[in-house]
Nanobody
Framework: QVQLVESGGGLVQTGGSLRLSCAAS????????MGWFRQAPEKEREFVAA????????YYADSVKGRFTISRDNAKNTVYLQMNSLKPEDTAVYYC?????????????????WGQGTQVTVSS
């Protein structure tokens, strides 16, 4: 089992940027696909972005496409989420996840390893 720890969350104004990091340990990082999800208050957890083990295949939710960029550094066992042009509706707890397998990246139940989350708040 891989352990995941997110960092980089915080408070930012509308239009600002943040970069989230997720450090992995306890497993072979390069064998996992990595993803970011978020959960706003009183809403279900939703898919944000995912990247396959070698960074070749990348997926985004329509709501963040063109504003967010997911990347990974296998030498550092870390996945990143660069968030630009932030909006108040991006406010949520952001979770890092890891998985092996080939089902849809948007299927939350296909992700078996989760971090504890990091809060992102975008003020208007």
């Amino acid at each position: 089992q891989v352990q995941l720890v997110e960092s980089g969350g915080g408070l930012v104004q509308t239009g600002g940027s943040l970069r989230l990091s997720c450090a992995a340990s306890g497993g072979t990082f390069s064998s996992y696909a990595m993803g970011w999800f978020r959960q706003a208050p009183e809403k279900e957890r939703e898919f944000v972005a995912a990247i396959n083990w070698n960074g070749i295949s990348i997926y985004y939710a329509d709501s963040v496409k063109g504003r967010f960029t997911i990347s990974r550094d296998n030498a550092k066992n870390t996945v990143y989420l660069q968030m630009n042009s932030l909006k108040p509706e991006d406010t949520a707890v952001y979770y890092c996840a890891a998985r092996r397998g080939s089902s849809s990246v948007k299927l939350i139940t296909s992700w078996g390893n989760w971090g504890q989350g990091t809060q992102v708040t975008v003020s208007s």
